[in-house]
């Protein structure tokens, strides 16, 4: 039996009103999305003020535990040429003054060498009491530097204060957000077409750098099987296993601490080292002969795109970006833009 114009006209409001409802998630999905990454970054940037804050804090503290051994070698001395100038004055005083009881040494003596002898007690009197006024001016300088000291790490500790509070605040603010992102997207189908729209995206950064990078490398098929592992942790997802019905995990998601060092594991050059959607802050190596490697999931990068770094050196410090519930690793190995299965590269665990 054919549709009536009555019924297809309504198929058709029907369709047109579930394509704005998809176009309107995707917005909304698109915003919460652009929220995340600014508040993830804006995160990273108090954690980095942190960091630094702790750094100066430290060393303020070492300037300060210096400046007291400092203190205490100058009141020593302080104390020693006290004791000298006491002990001179006291020698001075007996082989000069008319009523000593001591030898008497007449002032108009024309002993040479007793002339000598005064002129070395009155040399010896000045330089104490020269050396005793440096030391008094050292000793009040150094005090005063610590005093410096003593009080930039209250500052310090202020700010420290304030920057987790706002840590707090951002993190909160965050958490929210996945919220909404997870109401958005809690279907299957939403979910599928935001991973694809992320694996888009990743391609689409690899493609780039791919053209980007034009220093020869000798690549990692050399090395195959005995290439390091970025961290050591369990594996919370391995390459090939479903994340979604319709969709595999490209690389290996590592367990990690917050904070934890993420190392390269072949040398190379930094071609991405910036925040990308579905993967947080992440940092791409180009090894050469078409073989990448991509570390994601991170709190802090600590290269710089065109940056060549050794196999070993840190690269990042683990975190939860790219809206991740746990501190991670997300790590892939790619040839020619093809996703490899990274224990087929690494050591055996």
Known sequence: ???????????????ARQANALSQQEKQLNQLQTALKTQEL????????????????????????????????????????????????????????PNSGGIKLEPNNHDERIG?????LAQLRSDLIASLGQTRQDLAERQALRQ??????????????????????????????????????????????????????LKAEIAKAAKRAAVPMD???????????????????RFGQAQTEHIAWKGTVISATYGDKVNAIYSGTVVFADYLRGYGLVVLLDHGKGDMTLYGF???????????????????????TGGQDRASLYFEIRRNSHAQNPEHWLTKR
């Open 116 to 120: 000598y002898y005064f002129q070395h």
């Open 148 to 201: 410096q000291e003593l009080n930039q790490i209250e500052v310090q500790l202020r700010q420290q204060t304030e920057q987790r509070t706002a840590l707090k605040s951002a993190q909160q603010l965050r958490q929210s957000t996945l919220g909404n992102i997870k109401k958005t997207i809690k279907n299957d189908q939403g979910y599928l077409a935001e991973l694809k729209r992320n694996e888009s995206r």
């Open 298 to 320: 991170n709190q802090a990068v600590l290269k710089k795109e065109g940056d060549k770094v050794m196999a070993g050196e840190p690269i990042a410090l683990v975190g939860n």
């Open 42 to 97: 804006d995160i990273v940037k108090i954690e980095k003020a942190i960091r630094e804050s702790q750094t100066r804090q430290r060393s303020a503290q070492q300037a300060v535990s210096q400046l007291d051994t400092q203190i205490r070698e100058l009141e020593q001395d302080q104390k020693r040429q006290t004791e000298q100038l006491k002990s001179l004055l006291h020698t001075y005083y007996i082989t000069r003054g």
């Open 219 to 237: 690549g990692l098929a050399k090395q195959k099987g005995r290439l390091p592992w970025p961290l050591k942790g369990a594996l919370l997802h």
């Open 1 to 15: 039996m054919a549709s009536s114009p009555q019924e297809l006209k309504g198929v058709k409001a029907e369709i």
